[in-house]
């Protein structure tokens, strides 16, 4: 019976060095891997781009909106931005900070009707509360949405594409993921501090939302990762 134990246990470790090998060797693939499944993306059309911002939105993704409507991919760009205390506002903006964004997008040639700035209130669990208030916002809109493209920050996206797919379902409003960069980038991501911290904090959140059943136990929704153009 020992004898038995011993080899167990022998072939065990060897099959565990083996694994250990053959991660090390593999390692910038499965990181590379893992980078893309926390941030997808692809080259959709929809109904409305909706850019996810925070205290504020980023100029990277006004950008990446503004490119979106003018290839005809979308035909409005929402712009989510989370409502916030006077007091916590950043120095140096004066004033209201949605109204200056709406007046900053119609100096870039765009029209009521080509935007929409939504101010999401900041509820636990955040991601999901901010899904539900803009989607039942847009759901209720003249100009309703069957589709729309979420450009989220970096390895956000995963979480938040579920949160907003899982809150669009019922709805019937279909969401695309879109991971967009500022400060940093998704190529050798595990070579920059940053996009380490980033990756492992949306990782643990991410499991957060799945384990304390926030988001339904799946990562995608209706094949829309495969519907790109």
Known sequence: MKFILKWILRILLLLIVIAAAAGYFARETLLETAGHFLAPRGDYKADAVILEGADYIRTG??????????????????????????????????????????????????????????IAPIRSPVTLQ?????????????????????VAPGFHTRRSYLAYAHVG??????????????????????TDKAAVREFC????????????????FKFSYSGTEKEAL
């Open 130 to 150: 901010e899904a539900r208030f803009v989607l039942q916002e847009l759901a209720g809109h003249a100009h309703k949405i069957q589709t729309a493209i979420l």
């Open 61 to 118: 993704f006004i950008d990446e909106g503004l490119d979106l409507l003018k290839a005809g991919k979308v035909r409005r760009v929402i712009v989510v931005i989370h409502r916030i205390a006077p007091a916590h506002r950043p120095f140096g903006i004066n004033g209201d900070y949605p109204d200056i964004v709406r007046e900053k997008l119609k100096a870039k040639g765009l029209k009521d009707s080509d935007f929409q700035v939504i």
């Open 201 to 216: 904090a949306e990782s643990v959140k991410l499991f957060y939302y799945l384990v304390f059943g926030h988001i339904p």
């Open 169 to 190: 379902e019922p709805l019937s409003i279909r969401i695309f993921p879109s991971a967009s960069f500022t400060n940093y980038t998704l190529d050798h991501w595990w």
